[in-house]
């Protein structure tokens, strides 16, 4: 179940994208946890038939998950992190417009708009009313979306909670280890636990890997050849023919993807110069037709070739000095120059000046091997360290949140005690070169605020508070989750502004949409109400871009976090 912050968003996002009624059913599963239809109509107070057309809604837009019970029998749970992914609809649909053009972005809207749809019925839809002249370009659109992933199919069985399945998938590989061993009492040992749990997720990853690597039928390519073949059973098949009767959803990881190395190349650009953002740029472009999710720790291993053929011809790398050696073409000489270029970017992106740990945890590239020695510049591979880099994203907020609300104080003392460990009050102040009536105070908030924790080391059986040591701790997991919940409640709270700003001109809004008024707004209009509806855009545009600023941070530390924060701390 989702904490209060988050359930608080979800409830706004699916009120404001799909109306009442679906937010009552969304709030009640949110609040409670899975529940039956029956159990949701008793609690709402809503009719039968219209929660369970809610119900049909929301598992349409893949927000519900169904489950079957041998006990308890058909029951819902909300899916919460499929809702939160709607706030990143807008930015979908931009990378699908730079990506592959407009046709891209009517195929994207038009699934978004209805959750899941049959392959077959999109292009039919999206041409009503056009000419027929860009159903090729529909269909060639689709087809390179599902080839590379932007798009996945989907199925019934995984409109199921991945959780039952798994646990339906261990009872049996339990059932099964134990009728093999035969008949047994008693639990298993631990490692046939091991291996009946690695069995389960392994038959999960094959099964979603099934489903979502499908979309093409196979068909014979010639059938007069096929049947005068010597080997009449293997056919020539043609895998660009599209499966209609799939259906398709929107892959968000896929896009997100383009997200975390957007955000990768700004991070590099600002730390060194434009330069540097774009040789980074190369590389995670060049790693980005190899990956499929977010938590990879570093990329496959990527060659110079590799990444000078990502490179822009425009603008060329600049900010190193470099005199080319031998004499040639000029055009040969300017490629020779950018091949220097790009290793030297190459080299300080991996820290080469400093081999140390601390230049190791600051590098977004490495070496792999011992061939980018420093000085050398002749490592031929490298790869980007995302686990490296997503770290430093996460402190970079961290410390930025701290800095709004403590100031640079708090950061000294939450920076000594992520360095040093556990310390007790003296040490902070002592270490800190701060005094213990500066120190005293800001400790009792950061640990009001939930920031850092406190440990008690009694010195003897009585536990007596006068002979108890008190250690002051940073456990950067717990911390990373309370910045996020605080964002969740910044999300929501951005959320109810647009709302309320909406209601203060929802009249005039209604005018200005009637068909008479559209385009004659100088006539129809008064001249408070065009004022009005001009602070209106332009508090909506504040808003928004507030909006996009803090979901990017609920990004960096909730979808850049490598299993949960873990060996953050």
Known sequence: MADKETTRLCIQIVQDQFGTTPARVAAELLSRGRLRLAHIVRSTSIKSRAAANAILILIQHNILWHCESAVEGEMFEVNWEEVLARLRFGRYISIARDLFGEPAVDILSFIMDH????????????????????????????????????????????????????????????????ASAGAKKGPLAAKDLLEVRELARRRLKEEVDNIEGGGFRRRAKDAKETLTSRTPKRQKIDEDVLDEDIYLRVNYAKFNLHIRNRLIEQSASQRYNESAGLVIRAALAAALPSESTLHGVRSEILTMQNIMRHLPPDPPLVGIAIRPSGSGSGSSTEAGTQALMTREYVNILCA?????????????????????????????????????????????????????????????????????????????????????KDVQPLLTKLVSA???????????????????????????????????????????????????????????????????????????LTRGEREALTAFEEKRLRLGVLERRVEECVFILRDLAPDGYAGES
């Open 115 to 178: 959750g899941k749809v049959r392959a077959g019925d999109i292009v039919q839809s999206l041409i009503q009313g056009i000419n027929t002249k860009n159903t090729a370009l529909y269909n060639s659109t689709l087809i390179s979306l599902l080839k590379s992933m932007y798009i996945k199919p989907t199925s019934a069985a995984l409109q199921i909670s991945p959780r039952d399945r798994l646990i339906r998938y261990q009872e049996e590989a339990e059932r099964a280890k134990r």
């Open 352 to 436: 080469a000046d400093n081999p140390t740990e601390a230049g190791r945890q600051s590098a977004f590239m490495a070496y792999s091997g011992l061939s980018g020695a420093v000085g050398g510049g002749g490592g031929k591979k490298v790869a980007i360290e995302y686990e490296n880099i997503g770290r430093r994203l996460r402190f970079k907020i961290f410390e930025t949140f701290v800095r709004e609300r403590w100031g640079e104080l708090a950061i000294r003392v939450l920076r000594l005690l992520i360095d040093k460990g556990k310390m007790d009050e003296k040490q902070i102040a002592k270490v800190a070169m701060m005094s213990k």
């Open 450 to 524: 939930s920031l850092i924790s406190l440990q008690e080391v009694p010195r003897g059986a009585d536990r007596s508070a006068m002979r108890t040591i008190y250690l002051w701790y940073i456990d950067l997991a717990k911390t990373y989750s309370v910045i996020l919940t605080s964002l969740y409640k910044t999300l929501g709270n951005i959320l109810a502004r647009k709302n309320a700003e909406t209601q203060k001109v929802s009249a005039i809004l209604s005018k200005r949409e009637r068909s008479d008024v559209q385009g004659n707004e100088e006539n129809f």
